[in-house]
């Protein structure tokens, strides 16, 4: 906990509830032995595996963390102008349907 407590940068922690390898009570831990650290919570069944399946939550969250730490980068206007901005920044939260390991393609997960 004394290493922890040296960070200074902001820091951003995401548990998930129902994680059994790296548990949520763990992460807890963590956050509260950072100064700066902010704690989010991902809400899935899913276990360790939420953080891949669970991606827009993971996105919408770095988003955000990034937004309040690092507003004059992310409030910086494009090169090509607030259009262009508007349009990458909807691209970046859109929710998709597929994901790396393609199993968010699967219109019915039992169909493994």
Not at 47 to 56: K, M, S
Request: aromatic share 8%.
């Amino acid at each position: 906990m004394d290493a922890l407590a040296m960070i200074e940068q902001p820091t951003l922690v995401i548990g998930i509830e129902s994680d059994g390898l790296f548990t949520f009570s763990e992460q807890q831990q963590i956050a509260a032995g950072i100064p700066k650290a902010r704690l989010e919570k991902i809400d899935s069944p899913e276990g360790h595996d939420a953080f891949l399946l669970q991606f827009e939550q993971v996105n919408r969250y770095i988003l955000d963390f990034l937004k309040e730490t690092l507003p004059d980068i992310m409030g910086r206007p494009g090169t090509a102008g607030d259009e262009a901005e508007k349009a990458q920044e909807q691209v970046v939260e859109k929710i998709t349907k597929n994901s790396t390991f393609g199993e968010a393609e699967i219109e019915d997960i039992t169909a493994w």
